[in-house]
Nanobody, 125 residues
Framework: QVQLVESGGDSVQAGGSLRLSCAASGSIGRRATMGWFRQTPGKEREAVMSILIPSGYSYYTNSVKGRFTISRDNAQNTIYLQMNSLQPEDSAMYYC??????????????????WGQGTQVTVSS
């Protein structure tokens, strides 16, 4: 069983930065996808970025291009989401997700097996 624990959420002003972390306990297999989704009340969960383990190839949604980066520490089974130039529309609960395969659309939340409890990001204008 894989457990995901997120950290790093906070309240910041527009233009600020945050770094989210997601540590996975248990084996995620030799090939896995880990990623970040976000959700605000009344809206569907949105894929933000994902990264392939161990290759490091990453995917992103257009709204975060040039502002967010995803990275991983394979030895620690941990991924990070560096968020710069944060805007109020980035405010959401951010969830870490993982699946033990490369297969499936990276942004399709139904293909991810494991989820963290979420960490809140609030950006004020």
């Amino acid at each position: 069983q894989v457990q995901l624990v997120e950290s790093g959420g906070d309240s910041v002003q527009a233009g600020g930065s945050l770094r989210l972390s997601c540590a996975a306990s248990g084996s995620i297999g030799r090939r896995a996808t880990m990623g970040w989704f976000r959700q605000t009340p009344g809206k569907e969960r949105e894929a933000v970025m994902s990264i392939l383990i161990p290759s490091g190839y990453s995917y992103y949604t257009n709204s975060v291009k040039g502002r967010f980066t995803i990275s991983r520490d394979n030895a620690q089974n941990t991924i990070y989401l560096q968020m710069n130039s944060l805007q109020p529309e980035d405010s959401a609960m951010y969830y870490c997700a993982a699946r033990t395969t490369y297969l499936g659309g990276w942004s399709d939340s139904s293909t991810y097996t494991y989820w963290g409890q979420g960490t809140q990001v609030t950006v004020s204008s």
